[in-house]
């Protein structure tokens, strides 16, 4: 693996421990809570981060093999359907190893290569990163009352 693709991936897998810190505490019973005034419960921003990180993979880094529905962002709302917490936990351990297979076969060079997306416009694959480790903390600080 080139160098810079070995430490995005280091920065993207630290970012992302935010998220996957608390997940070690997660109960069934938490997955409904919500932070008021927020309308989101916390098994929605699990989905809603797992989503997200799938479309990045597909849509930022090209892995046109990935399927993915991504319910969260298509319903742009909590239907109160995230509930089953065995599945939340299954689909973000499938969602971190997809985006990091995606990091994994980027090169030194295409870090550089501009991307666009109807979400935030052009950027670089390495802005783009940047934007979705973001992302994660901040859904995963938005759901510190678990």
């Given at each position: 693996?080139?160098?810079?693709?070995?430490?995005?991936?280091?920065?993207?897998?630290?970012?992302?421990?935010?998220?996957?810190?608390l997940l070690v505490?997660?109960?069934?019973?938490?997955?409904?809570?919500?932070?008021?005034?927020?309308?989101?419960?916390?098994?929605?921003?699990?989905?809603?981060?797992?989503?997200?990180?799938?479309?990045?993979?597909?849509?930022?880094?090209?892995?046109?093999?990935?399927?993915?529905?991504?319910?969260?962002?298509?319903?742009?709302?909590?239907?109160?359907?995230?509930?089953?917490?065995?599945?939340?936990?299954?689909?973000?351990?499938?969602?971190a190893a997809t985006?990091?297979?995606?990091?994994?076969?980027?090169?030194?060079?295409?870090?550089?290569?501009?991307?666009?997306?109807?979400?935030?416009?052009?950027k670089t694959k390495?802005?783009?990163?940047?934007?979705?480790?973001?992302?994660?903390?901040?859904?995963?600080?938005?759901?510190?009352?678990?």
């Amino acid at each position: 693996m080139d160098t810079r693709t070995t430490s995005l991936l280091a920065l993207w897998a630290e970012g992302r421990t935010r998220f996957t810190n608390l997940l070690v505490n997660l109960t069934e019973a938490d997955l409904p809570k919500k932070l008021a005034p927020g309308p989101n419960s916390i098994g929605f921003l699990v989905r809603h981060i797992g989503d997200v990180e799938m479309l990045f993979s597909k849509n930022v880094f090209g892995r046109k093999e990935v399927q993915v529905h991504a319910k969260t962002v298509i319903a742009q709302h909590d239907t109160g359907e995230w509930t089953d917490l065995a599945t939340l936990k299954a689909y973000v351990q499938e969602s971190a190893a997809t985006l990091q297979r995606a990091i994994e076969a980027t090169s030194d060079a295409d870090w550089d290569t501009v991307i666009e997306t109807k979400e935030f416009g052009k950027k670089t694959k390495a802005e783009a990163l940047g934007r979705i480790t973001t992302h994660t903390a901040y859904h995963a600080g938005r759901s510190r009352c678990w």
